[in-house]
């Protein structure tokens, strides 16, 4: 089954990154509280995920010890290949999402964490940028549903 295992969210672009136990998202905007939730929001930013596999392998494969959080996406997922999704309309928990594009690492990820190949390392494999198509609540542990 695949999942939620953490959300995360940052008030200001370039804070911290928090986790929080669950999260509301505004359709067309993005989460409630989040830096990039605003009406002029581009629909393929509104909301983004990776999966925690890939922070693992990435983490395994550096000898790091990087939390979830630091990788700055929205969802950290288990249990699904998100590239599948992109074009794809899905649920997580009560709300339905719609994959855009792959979300590429950038060289501020890159510069935050000191590692001088990480874009090279998460080319392909740096998560999800989706839009929301119904407000609702995300919780932690919810169901992602093709």
């Given amino acids: 089954m695949a999942s939620v295992k953490l959300i995360c969210t940052s008030l200001v672009a370039g ?3 928090v986790a929080v136990d669950a999260a ?3 359709a067309g905007q993005g989460i409630e509280g989040d830096r990039y939730c605003a009406l002029d929001t581009e629909p393929s ?3 983004t995920l990776i999966e925690c596999e ?3 392998q990435f983490n395994q494969e550096t000898g790091s010890k990087f ?3 630091m990788f700055r996406r929205n969802l ?3 249990g699904i290949q998100l ?3 992109v074009g ?3 649920d997580v928990g009560e709300v339905r999402l719609r994959g855009h594009e792959l979300c590429e690492p950038c060289r501020y990820l890159q510069e935050r964490l000191k590692v001088a190949d990480l874009i090279k390392r998460l080319v392909h494999k740096g998560g999800l940028c989706c839009e929301i198509l119904t407000s609702g609540t995300i919780r932690a542990g919810d169901e992602l549903r093709i």
Avoid: A, K, P
Wanted: charged share 20%.
């Fill in 83 to 85: 590239n599948n999704l």
């Fill in 15 to 17: 804070g911290e990154t």
């Fill in 67 to 69: 939390s979830y959080e």
């Fill in 54 to 56: 890939v922070i693992d």
């Fill in 88 to 90: 794809q309309i899905f």
């Fill in 45 to 47: 930013q509104q909301i």
């Fill in 24 to 26: 509301r998202t505004i």
């Fill in 76 to 78: 950290v997922t288990e």
